[in-house]
């Protein structure tokens, strides 16, 4: 007698709601508030100089850099090999010191200042746009830019919330990571997207880490789709 095969059915994934995972990693990191850092155009030089570094080395950098110039003006008029020397503690100061300097020379030609508040009076998709017009700057920096200095509701996707959301299965497995600002943003209460984005990276940081994620101690793990992947 000849068996009949059937295909398989096909187990569409789930994934962990957005406002579980905030109630879950709200008790178990505790309140996050929302305080400005800098302003827009010094966030926006401050986020450039945090690429493929460390967050002390570029605060670091970020001072050394005012400490020398003074003004973002300074900067914008200086002479790339200055600016190179004063963030070199950095790193890659040699691919950041003239995007700094184009940038900032971009954004004052096109506002006659540095003055970038008006962001935070336009729709959010405008702002990004204006934004990522300028050269250099990708969804991630624009996002922070919007969310850290201006409280708006971007969200900045870094490498632990990429990993992190994959892993919960709020994004697909062959999303990419500026694709995931897109899809992430609306999944969570506009109240909650700087939090939600605090949480993911303290999450990552300490728990799901990239190599040897922590799931038996896991808040989300009961949920999470990825984590017999790991035991």
């Not at 905030?22 to 008790?27: N, R, S, W």
């Not at 940038?103 to 336009?122: I, T």
């Not at 939600?196 to 940081?205: A, C, P, V």
Request: glycine residues 8%; positive net charge; aromatic residues 6%.
């Amino acid at each position: 007698m000849t068996k009949t095969l059937t295909k398989p059915t096909r187990i569409r994934r789930k994934h962990v709601p957005t406002s579980e995972v905030m109630d879950l990693l709200g008790k178990e990191y505790g309140p996050v508030e929302w305080v400005p850092r800098y302003g827009p155009a010094s966030e926006l030089v401050s986020t450039i100089l945090s690429q493929h570094t460390s967050d002390v080395n570029s605060h670091r950098a970020f001072s050394s850099l005012m400490e020398h110039f003074g003004t973002l003006d300074a900067v914008a008029d200086g002479p790339v090999e200055e600016i190179e020397e004063a963030i070199r503690m950095g790193g890659l100061a040699k691919v950041k010191a003239p995007r700094i300097k184009d940038v900032l020379q971009r954004v004052r030609d096109m506002v006659g200042s540095f003055d970038l508040s008006f962001l935070g009076e336009m729709p959010l998709p405008e702002a990004k746009a204006w934004l990522k017009s300028l050269p250099g700057i990708g969804p991630k920096t624009a996002a922070i830019i919007l969310c850290f200095s201006l409280g708006m509701p971007a969200m900045p996707v870094d490498t632990h919330i990429y990993r992190v959301s994959k892993r919960l299965g709020l994004i697909g497995a062959k999303v990419s990571a500026d694709a995931a600002h897109d899809i992430l943003e609306p999944m969570v209460a506009t109240e909650d997207v700087f939090a939600f984005h605090m949480y993911l990276i303290q999450h990552g940081r300490a728990v799901c880490k990239a190599q040897r994620p922590k799931c038996g101690r896991c808040v989300l793990a009961s949920g999470c789709p990825s984590r017999r992947l790991f035991e």
